[in-house]
């Protein structure tokens, strides 16, 4: 959700709130007992004064001028203000001492507009949580750099390795770094229900003097960049993106999802002006998956209930009709497909993006080879409301650069081929960089799996129609599951961050 | 979310408008008096004259000479420091019992999220508190007239009370 998206919603919240949420001050005022003429037309309630120290507290009144009396309707109440009669009275206005009003001002103080607000967005996201707490506290493997940053994951690992038979190594971007020492500690945390199966984590450094000098392919090859173009025409289906992708910044493109399809498509056509005819270039693409693959992941458990372990059994057995639908499924929502357009051939497939998870963008460099001309055209197609994007440019690329891989100096202790960490562990991986350069482009290379823990109220969702949809026909079954996601897409990622306490 | 934002607003609209409504008994204000040396008197104000202002302390009748106060502040109503942590102990309790629970059912190390929610919480109310006191507080001269209106006999105090 993008912030143009929340805010008319966030700043009609807050609108409303702060004119509602105010404190009720009283303003009293005394007259004398002759100038009740003038308090004629005053509705409110009136307090009458007697010499006596006894007070009429008045609700309905009227002034008779011919037997100069009140004519009215209250309470009478002695010194001590205990009441002594309700009913009509008439009082005659040569023994009132004073009369009395009080007028109550609204105010609208500063710290009960932020005492409201927060309970309105507080309450919100509450009942929002605890009606659907996957949307705020799902997760998945994650690293953090804890001398750039505690709270903020720099890459999620192995993502989309939910079985055994999915094993795969991740290669993922952490950023330039300068180490104030000469080794740099990766945190690794396994903050959700789930079991992670760790072969392998490695460091790779490649020195690099400045951020973007360097990018990685997902293969793993890491190439020298000598100039970074950004789009001169960026047209999605929502309109205008070169604000959006035009720079490595917070501002993301996302559009939402087809609320009768998960597997939709669209598109977005990106130009870029060519440094020099004949250049070998890629592109850099920034971006990371939105919730619908958590979802699709989640509910998918859900709908297999107490068959999930036989279900994620035949992926490991390699059954044809598991593997099917695994590709089907995670083919169509967990890429993005890079398409160059050829003034013969027309467009033609270059490339892919993946990269599984919603928490950490990554980056990645798709080569396109030498391009003629004075302009490239690229497509990237996608499911829709399945992405978000942060950053497109066109690099022109120099030499191959290698990577120097770099084993844990300090590891923790392991048993077998993998590292087993369960919800709540983390480990820390100290890395020694090599002498020579002063700052690094750093990337982790993560293998292994996870296994997901089923939920004990996913088992009631259990559904035999929907697990042989999701068998028979995978592309039905996202459209069946299309309403359902649609109907807490605008929740899911506002949830899901705002939330993210101990993290 | 949309339906629960507008279910908060409807209670808190119901919440801010339901003092107006109220007829309280005809009590003074309650009046704290500031007076020489950091003393002060504080209780219902009573009765005001040219020369003296009588407060009612814990069912006594104290009488001050105007000369002698600096200076004295009326509360009009409203909430303040109390009801700001109040609000915020409670509204911070309650939705970090719900989030803990909410995030346990998923997710593991969710020890800290009721502490953290309390802390949020805390601050929240801490920085409300000063601005909602400052609303609910008027200061006013210490002259008859300015203080009358407050009093639980404007018209000066009755020959015998009996508070």
């Known amino acids: 959700m993008s912030l143009s998206r929340v805010a008319p919603q966030l700043l009609a919240s807050l609108a409303l709130t702060s004119a509602v949420a105010c404190i009720h001050v009283q303003q009293p005022s005394v007259y004398e007992p002759h100038e009740i003429v003038s308090l004629d037309t005053f509705r409110a309630p009136l307090r009458v004064h007697m010499k006596s120290g006894i007070v009429y507290q008045l609700t309905q009144w009227n002034y008779v001028a011919d037997d100069s009396v009140l004519q009215a309707r209250g309470t009478l109440y002695d010194i001590d203000r205990t009441p002594v009669s309700d009913g009509e009275f008439r009082i005659p206005l040569d023994s009132v001492a004073l009369v009395q009003t009080e007028r109550t001002k609204q105010l609208h103080p500063f710290g009960m507009i932020g005492l409201a607000t927060m309970s309105v967005i507080w309450g919100s996201l509450t009942v929002a949580c605890t009606a659907d707490p996957k949307s705020c506290f799902g997760s998945c493997p994650t690293f953090y750099v804890d001398s750039v940053s505690r709270d903020r994951p720099l890459a999620e690992g192995f993502s989309a390795s939910f079985a055994r038979a999915l094993e795969a190594t991740d290669v993922d971007a952490l950023g330039l770094v300068r180490p104030a020492g000469s080794n740099v500690t990766i945190r690794m945390a396994n903050e959700a229900w789930e079991t992670h199966a760790v072969r392998s984590v490695e460091l790779l450094a490649v020195p690099a003097r400045q951020a973007n000098e360097v990018f990685a392919t997902a293969q793993g090859q890491f190439y020298g960049v000598t100039h970074l173009e950004s789009p001169a025409r960026c047209a999605g289906q929502a309109g205008d993106c070169r604000r959006a992708l035009g720079a490595q910044d917070s501002l993301t493109w996302h559009s939402v999802t087809d609320s009768t399809d998960l597997a939709a498509q669209e598109t977005i056509d990106l130009a870029f002006a060519l440094p020099h005819t004949g250049a070998r270039v890629g592109l850099a693409l920034a971006a990371r998956q939105s919730f619908v693959s958590t979802f699709v992941l989640y509910q998918t458990m859900a709908y297999f209930g107490e068959e999930t372990g036989t279900w994620l059994a035949a992926l490991e057995r390699d059954d044809s009709l598991a593997l099917r639908a695994h590709r089907q499924v995670w083919g169509t929502i967990g890429k993005i497909t890079v398409a160059v357009f050829d003034s013969i051939a027309g467009w033609r497939e270059t490339g892919t993006f993946e990269e599984a998870g919603p928490i950490a963008t990554d980056v990645q460099l798709i080569p396109l080879g030498s391009v003629a001309g004075d302009t490239v055209r690229l497509r990237l197609t996608m499911a829709r409301g399945s992405w978000r994007i942060g950053y497109a440019a066109l690099a022109t690329l120099g030499a191959e650069r290698e990577a120097i891989r770099l084993e844990p100096v300090e590891l923790a202790p392991r048993t077998g081929k993998y590292l087993i960490t369960y919800p709540g562990d983390e480990y820390r991986f100290t890395f020694a960089l090599p002498r020579g350069a002063q700052s690094y482009a750093l990337y982790i290379k993560s293998r292994g799996y996870y296994y997901e823990w089923m939920r004990g109220e996913w088992l009631a969702e259990q559904n035999r129609r929907m697990m042989a949809l999701f068998a028979i026909d995978p592309r039905a079954a996202l459209q069946v599951l299309a309403p359902s996601f649609k109907a807490r897409e605008q929740a899911f990622e506002q949830n899901f961050w705002a939330s993210r306490f101990g993290r | ?163």
């Not at chain 2, 008994?25 to 219902?44: A, C, M, N, Y």
């Not at chain 2, 509360?75 to 009801?83: E, H, L, S, V, Y």
């Not at chain 2, 409670?90 to 309390?118: E, H, I, N, R, Y």
């Not at chain 2, 601050?123 to 601005?131: F, Q, T, W």
């Open chain 2, 1 to 163: 979310m949309r339906l629960s934002i507008v279910i908060a607003l409807l209670c808190l609209a119901a919440g801010t408008a339901a003092p107006a409504q109220r007829l309280k008994p005809p009590f003074g204000s309650q009046v704290s008096v500031d007076l020489p040396k950091g003393r002060r008197v504080s209780g219902e104000l009573l009765a005001v004259d040219h020369d003296s202002i009588w407060v009612l302390q814990h069912q006594t009748r104290t009488s001050i000479p105007l000369r002698d106060v600096s200076q004295v502040r009326v509360i009009r109503g409203g909430m303040g420091t109390k009801g700001a942590l109040l609000w915020s102990l409670t509204f911070g309790l309650v939705s970090g019992v719900a989030l803990q629970s909410a995030c346990s059912s998923v997710a593991d190390d969710c020890s800290d999220v009721l502490p953290k929610t309390l802390l949020i919480w805390v601050l929240i109310g801490a920085g409300s508190a000063a601005s909602l006191e400052g609303s609910r507080v008027v200061t006013v001269p210490a002259v008859p007239d300015s203080l009358r209106a407050r009093a639980r006999f404007p018209q000066g105090l009755p020959a015998a009370p009996e508070p």
